[in-house]
């Protein structure tokens, strides 16, 4: 059981840094995440959600004892592609861990970056490759 709990624990553990795939963006945070919206939007797929994570860290750090500012700014686009999701999920149902998928767009202090986690080898390279061009198409603009 013990084995059990510790393997649970590594594999709820959260992205590490080296874990993300960054782009730097020449321009504005505001011109990022339009760009970035295009992008996913351009595909054909929808946005579900954006997390203004870097809004909500500003917002509350001293209401968690903390005075340092993270990021400038912070958002992270939410969104899954039904036809690509299947299919990854068809190889491996546990591959409904990593939906859904998101680009995060990141100001700190004045450097903007445009960014997506790595997947692990097999049929979620699909989906990095997915990610990875939009990035590339909203860094490009």
């Given at each position: 059981?013990?084995?059990?709990?510790?393997?649970?624990?590594?594999?709820?553990?959260?992205?590490?840094?080296?874990?993300?795939?960054?782009?730097?963006?020449?321009?504005?945070?505001?011109?990022?995440?339009?760009?970035?919206?295009?992008?996913?939007?351009?595909?054909?797929?929808?946005?579900?959600?954006?997390?203004?994570?870097?809004?909500?860290?500003?917002?509350?750090?001293?209401?968690?004892?903390?005075?340092?500012?993270?990021?400038?700014?912070?958002?992270?686009?939410?969104?899954?592609?039904?036809?690509?999701?299947?299919?990854?999920?068809?190889?491996?149902?546990?591959?409904?861990?990593?939906?859904?998928?998101?680009?995060?767009?990141?100001?700190?202090?004045?450097?903007?970056?445009?960014?997506?986690?790595?997947?692990?080898?097999?049929?979620m390279q699909k989906v990095q490759e997915l990610l990875a061009s939009i990035v590339a198409e909203a860094?490009?603009?």
């Amino acid at each position: 059981m013990k084995a059990y709990l510790a393997a649970a624990c590594l594999a709820a553990a959260p992205a590490l840094a080296q874990d993300a795939v960054l782009t730097d963006f020449n321009g504005s945070f505001d011109d990022a995440t339009f760009a970035v919206e295009s992008a996913i939007v351009g595909q054909g797929l929808v946005i579900d959600y954006v997390s203004h994570t870097g809004e909500m860290l500003n917002r509350t750090g001293a209401d968690v004892g903390s005075d340092v500012k993270i990021f400038d700014a912070a958002d992270i686009f939410l969104f899954c592609s039904a036809k690509l999701s299947r299919e990854v999920m068809e190889a491996d149902p546990m591959n409904v861990v990593h939906c859904p998928y998101n680009v995060f767009v990141l100001d700190r202090d004045g450097k903007v970056q445009i960014g997506h986690r790595t997947y692990p080898e097999g049929p979620m390279q699909k989906v990095q490759e997915l990610l990875a061009s939009i990035v590339a198409e909203a860094a490009a603009d």
